[in-house]
């Protein structure tokens, strides 16, 4: 394995880069050169691609035939054209399964940071406004519906949570599950409505791209409460910053946005939002576990024995 040719076109965890430096050629950009340079000199002979967020399409892969295999650090890999990839043969893989918990672990603490506005009651308190008179009376989860788009691992796991807080659980995806015993709405419309809270956990891309719209807004209510924990492009952002300015819907919890690390000026204006910098895998423990997931699929495939979790377009063993 050690001959083999690795290709990281931006810095990954050390945990990932100093396992793959061991046990195969990693090429990797010097900082501040150009990659291009790299990919020049290296990409004919490249076999693996460990990437994040690193965008892989048809000119990428142009650039690297004698690929075998790109192994995404991430669930969710929207930036990868993975139908692309089948067809030239190129295996994807990502990393499902040791996310889930800790994303679902997120996803309700920001439903309940937005709901009971946590962020903003601590820092009423840092700034000394408890004592000239305690804080107003929030909103709440109780008695709430709560709405799930996109009922796949991530999704089971925040509805398996959401059971213990009592509220009633709802869900739209492509197709309604056999074994579970939420509501299905066969669009998503009719899902928003139903509902006040709507969770989005569905993946992202073109299929995907600005489905929660001003029309899904209005049909959320003016009690509604917006939670996005998958990905910013599911989301029409002008639709969205409109909905709070005017009260269309109530408030939002955001840990995903369309142009990530810049968030819109527009969203975080409004003071019942609670935004964060999409970090619902981001413990040590989930993160390290990713990346043991991103070595091990290269490790595993160059040992001659497959991937571990290839993504649902490059399925193995091939059809
Ligand atoms: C990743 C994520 O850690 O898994 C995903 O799809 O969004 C995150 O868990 C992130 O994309 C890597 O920076």
């Given at each position: 394995?050690?001959?083999?040719?690795?290709?990281?076109?931006?810095?990954?965890?050390?945990?990932?880069?100093?396992?793959?430096?061991?046990?195969?050629?990693?090429?990797?950009?010097?900082?501040?050169?150009?990659?291009?340079?790299?990919?020049?000199?290296?990409?004919?002979?490249?076999?693996?691609?460990?990437?994040?967020?690193?965008?892989?399409?048809?000119?990428?892969?142009?650039?690297?035939?004698?690929?075998?295999?790109?192994?995404?650090?991430?669930?969710?890999?929207?930036?990868i054209d993975a139908v692309e990839a089948n067809?030239?043969?190129?295996?994807?893989?990502?990393?499902?399964?040791?996310?889930?918990?800790?994303?679902?672990?997120?996803?309700?603490?920001?439903?309940?940071?937005?709901?009971?506005?946590?962020?903003?009651?601590?820092?009423?308190?840092?700034?000394?406004?408890?004592?000239?008179?305690?804080?107003?009376?929030?909103?709440?989860?109780?008695?709430?519906?709560?709405?799930?788009?996109?009922?796949?691992?991530?999704?089971?796991?925040?509805?398996?949570?959401?059971?213990?807080?009592?509220?009633?659980?709802?869900?739209?995806?492509?197709?309604?599950?056999?074994?579970?015993?939420?509501?299905?709405?066969?669009?998503?419309?009719?899902?928003?409505?139903?509902?006040?809270?709507?969770?989005?956990?569905?993946?992202?891309?073109?299929?995907?791209?600005?489905?929660?719209?001003?029309?899904?807004?209005?049909?959320?209510?003016?009690?509604?409460?917006?939670?996005?924990?998958?990905?910013?492009?599911?989301?029409?952002?002008?639709?969205?910053?409109?909905?709070?300015?005017?009260?269309?819907?109530?408030?939002?919890?955001?840990?995903?946005?369309?142009?990530?690390?810049?968030?819109?000026?527009?969203?975080?204006?409004?003071?019942?939002?609670?935004?964060?910098?999409?970090?619902?895998?981001?413990?040590?423990?989930?993160?390290?576990?990713?990346?043991?997931?991103?070595?091990?699929?290269?490790?595993?495939?160059?040992?001659?024995?497959?991937?571990?979790?290839?993504?649902?377009?490059?399925?193995?063993?091939?059809?």
């Amino acid at each position: 394995m050690k001959s083999t040719d690795l290709l990281m076109l931006r810095p990954m965890m050390p945990l990932v880069t100093e396992s793959l430096e061991r046990l195969f050629t990693l090429h990797r950009p010097e900082p501040g050169t150009d990659p291009e340079r790299l990919l020049a000199e290296v990409g004919p002979r490249v076999k693996g691609l460990a990437v994040s967020g690193v965008r892989v399409d048809g000119v990428l892969l142009d650039r690297l035939p004698a690929l075998e295999i790109v192994a995404n650090f991430g669930v969710g890999y929207d930036t990868i054209d993975a139908v692309e990839a089948n067809r030239r043969g190129v295996v994807v893989t990502n990393t499902p399964d040791v996310l889930t918990d800790e994303v679902a672990d997120l996803a309700v603490g920001l439903l309940l940071a937005t709901v009971r506005q946590i962020p903003q009651v601590d820092r009423y308190l840092r700034a000394g406004k408890w004592l000239e008179k305690p804080y107003p009376l929030t909103g709440t989860l109780r008695g709430r519906r709560v709405g799930i788009l996109g009922l796949g691992r991530i999704g089971r796991a925040i509805a398996h949570r959401l059971e213990a807080f009592g509220v009633a659980i709802a869900y739209h995806g492509r197709r309604p599950q056999a074994d579970v015993a939420y509501a299905y709405h066969p669009s998503l419309i009719d899902l928003a409505r139903a509902v006040d809270v709507l969770m989005v956990v569905a993946p992202g891309g073109p299929e995907t791209k600005g489905i929660v719209n001003r029309e899904v807004l209005e049909a959320l209510g003016p009690e509604g409460i917006l939670i996005n924990v998958a990905r910013g492009s599911l989301v029409d952002e002008e639709a969205l910053i409109a909905a709070l300015q005017d009260g269309t819907i109530q408030s939002a919890g955001l840990d995903v946005f369309a142009d990530e690390p810049r968030v819109p000026a527009g969203l975080i204006a409004q003071e019942h939002t609670v935004l964060l910098p999409h970090v619902g895998s981001a413990s040590v423990h989930t993160r390290s576990a990713m990346g043991q997931l991103v070595v091990d699929n290269l490790v595993s495939w160059f040992s001659g024995k497959g991937p571990l979790t290839p993504v649902a377009e490059t399925p193995w063993p091939r059809p």
